[in-house]
């Protein structure tokens, strides 16, 4: 049984519906992201669960009891803000302190507790410190202190790493999985940032208008995605639709594909990175080769990006710079037969 469910949840403000028929499971001890773009419904799903507000149907089960109406301090449950929301006037002990006093934990326990959580996120000899002394990175670590020191029975984190810089975000991405790791406790995260969310997932469920795309493993979206929608999300730009006639895939043009993906169907959308497209002389010889024409050419540092015209569509190709092509050449794209991806146009 999983720890997490929503069943059939609609939600929204007013008469904005945001969710709609909108179900996810979660297993004890997963980290699990929700990533989509603004406004697809992946705060409002985490408001939800954390019981800052109640949807309009469905119900929100954990544990095997239901909590749709639950307030929010009886779940027991951890929340990272994006903005910290640390108080100013109280030390860094206090902040993270004070759920336990708000649960009256005798005082030598919660000493204890906040020490040890103190020094679970490196912040040893802070603890007399206020927050405008700290800079952003210890200030989320007092945040992340603060929420797993009440030992949750859920983590939930709301875009937490949204106002540091790269560089940081990168460092405490890594600290968030290894505590998380460490400590084995479930968590929900919510984030726009695909390499972060891919970075420290167990699962990845991805969004679109108020509903879950697919919902699967970094490495299972990011190589297999189930919809257009998704693999335009993970990095594939090039698409092109083939149609199976006397046992083999045709382009539109007529020209032969091999595929080593099974699919079920007539008709499907391929589609592949342009990091999966070889380019070269029109006689390259290529499998799967289709020629065409440069139209635009791009230095990317170690790599040239090509666009070129074909007869079943426009292609970006990403190349090494050992021979470059100028714009107008004639040149033969080869599509690597265990790159291509096959969707089923049933679920374009």
């Excluded at 949840?9 to 499971?25: C, K, M, Q, V």
């Excluded at 939800?48 to 301090?73: C, K, M, Q, W, Y």
Aim: charged share 25%; net charge neutral.
């Amino acid at each position: 049984m999983p720890l997490l469910e929503l069943r059939n949840i609609t939600a929204g403000y007013d008469r904005n519906i945001i969710l709609r028929g909108f179900n996810l499971e979660v297993e004890k001890g997963e980290f699990v992201s929700l990533l989509g773009s603004s406004g697809c419904g992946k705060t409002t799903t985490l408001r939800l669960i954390a019981g800052f507000s109640e949807p309009n149907e469905g119900s929100i089960i954990f544990g095997g009891r239901d909590i749709t109406h639950v307030p929010l301090h009886r779940r027991n449950f951890g929340f990272v803000f994006q903005s910290y929301a640390l108080f100013p006037h109280m030390t860094v002990f206090d902040n993270v302190a004070f759920g336990l006093k708000m649960r009256k934990v005798p005082k030598a326990e919660m000493r204890k507790r906040v020490m040890d959580m103190l020094a679970l996120v490196d912040l040893e000899g802070f603890e007399d410190r206020y927050p405008r002394e700290m800079s952003g990175g210890q200030r989320q670590r007092v945040a992340l202190a603060r929420a797993m020191v009440i030992q949750p029975d859920l983590m939930l984190f709301d875009e937490p790493l949204s106002n540091l810089d790269a560089k940081l975000r990168v460092r405490m991405r890594v600290e968030i999985r290894r505590i998380q790791q460490e400590l084995g406790f479930t968590a929900i995260y919510v984030t726009h940032d695909q390499e972060e969310c891919f970075a420290i997932s167990d699962k990845v469920a991805i969004m679109n208008q108020g509903v879950i795309e697919q919902m699967d493993t970094p490495a299972n979206i990011f190589n297999g995605p189930k919809t257009e929608f998704i693999a335009r999300f993970v990095g594939f730009e090039n698409f092109f639709d083939l149609k199976a006639e006397g046992g083999a895939w045709l382009t539109d043009s007529g020209a032969p594909i091999r595929l080593t993906q099974r699919t079920e169907g007539s008709a499907v959308k391929a589609c592949i990175r342009p990091e999966d497209v070889l380019i070269g002389p029109p006689d390259a010889g290529f499998e799967n080769s289709v020629p065409g024409e440069v139209l635009v050419s791009t230095f990317l540092g170690r790599h040239v990006q090509y666009n070129v015209r074909t007869a079943i569509g426009e292609f970006a190709v990403k190349a090494e710079q050992d021979h470059v092509y100028s714009i107008g050449a004639q040149v033969s794209l080869g599509l690597i037969a265990n790159k291509i991806i096959p969707i089923p146009q049933t679920n374009c």
